[in-house]
């Protein structure tokens, strides 16, 4: 066992030292003093800390303090400086290395977290550790979305390590992404292959798409008996055209559709026979974007704060508007084929996607309540990279502990103020909205709720 010396005889231990030093405030100048191996003791020790994120400025991210991401910074760090013009779209709270969360102590320097992960992985939790070779599983981001983001889907393993191998340029890892959406605003989305009978529909009442689409191939759909085979076959063989035509044919029919449904609402008429208000929203985000069709395949699903949508692989979906908490696995790859100016892969979209139909109800991923915790409901999706709990502490609740998991955790404070004390901790922690909490598995925090209102937070981990 390591000891550092006392001032008269005798030893003391550092687990000693570490507990009247931490209360004192001075752990990080104690350990300056000491050799590299009794740093990193100390390091390993304290296994509970606030982490500083990284912000994606995409276009697409709602502006300044419009944004829940830009909210949430300023409310972790009172000092940043929010500019009201730039677009602040994504928070990424993870280890992934396009954008490694910075621990936030005295201790550490400039260490990130994926670089902590590498010197201590048995702070990971031993399933997860063996189960993910020593890697955290999942990303957990805030999203704000002013504008559309890219119809898209996410590649399966096979898939990913493929494209990976072959495009490493487009497709950075070869890892799988399926998400989980949960709305912090009222939040829009496509998402899956609406049932056949709508598509029809829109075939019939928007003569521009089945114009895209092709007789052959709409004939097709309407032939479907219901067999779920042939109903995929027709509906890849629909969308595939459409998705495949050339550039003008494109150009020229969302011309003639958008005369026509500007020329409607400008007369009152009801337009949404042709879905006319999305349309318009999306071609004046992105005019000339085949995308825009997308519309009459897709499900329009709109989800109120707390509600949540999974997407698996190779589900097609597009993110519309608000904001949200998304939990995936630690991956970047994504395939997209419209309402983008990035790179576009229409081939590999139209031959990996679900085609199975569904209504958007389908879409929708309830929650469970924790069996052990009233305050706590679980989000866990059918994959095992990733949970997501949201933890809501009422107003006459003072003392709280965060359940102790065999997982690595990342903690986010969405509402209310706390401090939390924890054994591992350098030392008592203030919460607030915005600060985002790493804790190690096995590892308990209590909180002492300081918020005249309660606190609201979302957890991500990794249940196996």
């Known amino acids: 066992m390591l000891v550092a010396p006392k001032k008269d005889t005798g030893s003391r231990s550092v687990a000693d030292s570490h507990?009247?030093?931490?209360?004192?405030?001075?752990?990080?100048?104690?350990v300056r003093e000491r050799p590299i191996t009794m740093l990193r003791t100390a390091m390993e020790e304290v296994r509970v800390f606030t982490l500083t994120c990284a912000v994606q400025n995409y276009?697409?991210?709602?502006?300044?303090?419009?944004?829940?991401v830009a909210?949430?910074?300023?409310?972790?760090?009172?000092?940043?400086?929010?500019?009201?013009?730039?677009?602040?779209?994504?928070?990424?709270?993870?280890?992934?290395p396009k954008a490694d969360a910075k621990i936030k102590d005295n201790l550490t320097g400039e260490t990130t977290l994926g670089q902590?992960?590498?010197?201590?992985?048995?702070?990971?939790?031993?399933?997860?550790?063996?189960?993910?070779?020593?890697?955290?599983?999942?990303?957990?981001?805030?999203?704000?979305?002013?504008?559309?983001?890219?119809?898209?889907?996410h590649p399966n393993r096979e898939l990913a390590a493929h494209l990976h191998a072959q495009f490493p340029e487009h497709y950075p890892d070869d890892n799988h992404k399926p998400e989980m959406a949960i709305a912090l605003t009222p939040f829009q989305g496509l998402c899956g292959f609406r049932p056949v009978e709508?598509?029809?529909?829109?075939?019939?009442?928007?003569?521009?798409?089945?114009?895209?689409?092709?007789?052959?191939?709409?004939?097709?759909?309407?032939?479907?008996?219901?067999?779920?085979?042939p109903t995929r076959q027709a509906l890849k063989k629909c969308f595939t055209r459409m998705m495949n035509c050339e550039k003008k044919?494109?150009?020229?029919?969302?011309?003639?559709?958008?005369?026509?449904?500007?020329?409607?609402?400008?007369?009152?008429?009801?337009?949404?026979?042709?879905?006319?208000?999305?349309?318009?929203?999306?071609?004046?985000?992105?005019?000339?974007?085949?995308?825009?069709?997308?519309?009459?395949?897709?499900?329009?699903?709109?989800?109120?704060?707390?509600?949540?949508m999974f997407l698996g692989a190779s589900e097609p979906h597009a993110?519309?508007?608000?904001?949200?908490?998304?939990?995936?696995?630690?991956?970047?790859?994504?395939?997209?084929?419209?309402?983008?100016?990035?790179?576009?892969d229409v081939?590999?979209?139209?031959?990996?996607?679900?085609?199975?139909?569904?209504?958007?109800?389908?879409?929708?991923?309830?929650?469970?309540?924790?069996?052990?915790?009233?305050?706590?409901?679980?989000?866990?999706?059918?994959?095992?990279?990733?949970?997501?709990?949201?933890?809501?502490?009422?107003a006459s609740v003072k003392q709280y502990t965060v359940a102790v998991l065999d997982s690595a955790g990342i903690l986010l404070v969405v509402e209310g103020d706390a401090i939390a004390t924890s054994a591992a901790a350098l030392s008592d922690i203030t919460l607030r909205r915005g600060t985002v909490l790493f804790i190690s598995a096995n590892e308990a925090v209590s909180l002492h709720v300081t918020a005249q209102l309660g606190m609201t937070m979302f957890r991500a981990c990794c249940l196996l």
């Open 59 to 68: 276009a697409w991210g709602k502006a300044g303090l419009d944004s829940e």
């Open 319 to 344: 993110y519309l508007y608000g904001d949200c908490i998304e939990c995936m696995a630690c991956s970047d790859n994504t395939v997209r084929a419209g309402l983008t100016p990035k790179y576009i």
């Open 198 to 229: 709508e598509i029809l529909g829109f075939l019939k009442s928007v003569p521009e798409f089945h114009a895209l689409v092709g007789n052959e191939a709409a004939e097709e759909l309407r032939c479907v008996t219901g067999d779920a085979v």
């Open 116 to 153: 902590w992960i590498a010197q201590f992985p048995g702070c990971l939790g031993s399933k997860v550790k063996d189960t993910f070779q020593g890697q955290l599983p999942f990303l957990f981001k805030v999203l704000s979305v002013n504008t559309a983001l890219s119809i898209q889907a």
């Open 19 to 30: 507990h009247s030093l931490k209360r004192a405030g001075s752990l990080s100048r104690h």
């Open 249 to 308: 044919v494109i150009v020229d029919q969302l011309n003639m559709l958008m005369k026509r449904v500007t020329g409607e609402a400008a007369a009152g008429k009801d337009t949404s026979e042709c879905n006319g208000a999305l349309l318009l929203r999306l071609h004046s985000q992105y005019p000339g974007d085949i995308g825009c069709f997308s519309i009459y395949f897709l499900n329009h699903v709109v989800l109120e704060p707390s509600q949540a």
């Open 347 to 394: 081939n590999t979209l139209c031959d990996m996607l679900n085609y199975t139909p569904a209504p958007a109800s389908s879409k929708l991923f309830p929650p469970v309540k924790d069996y052990s915790d009233p305050f706590v409901s679980i989000y866990d999706p059918p994959v095992p990279d990733f949970t997501v709990m949201r933890i809501q502490v009422p």
């Open 71 to 96: 909210k949430l910074v300023l409310g972790g760090d009172p000092l940043a400086v929010i500019e009201e013009d730039k677009p602040y779209a994504e928070l990424w709270m993870g280890a992934h």
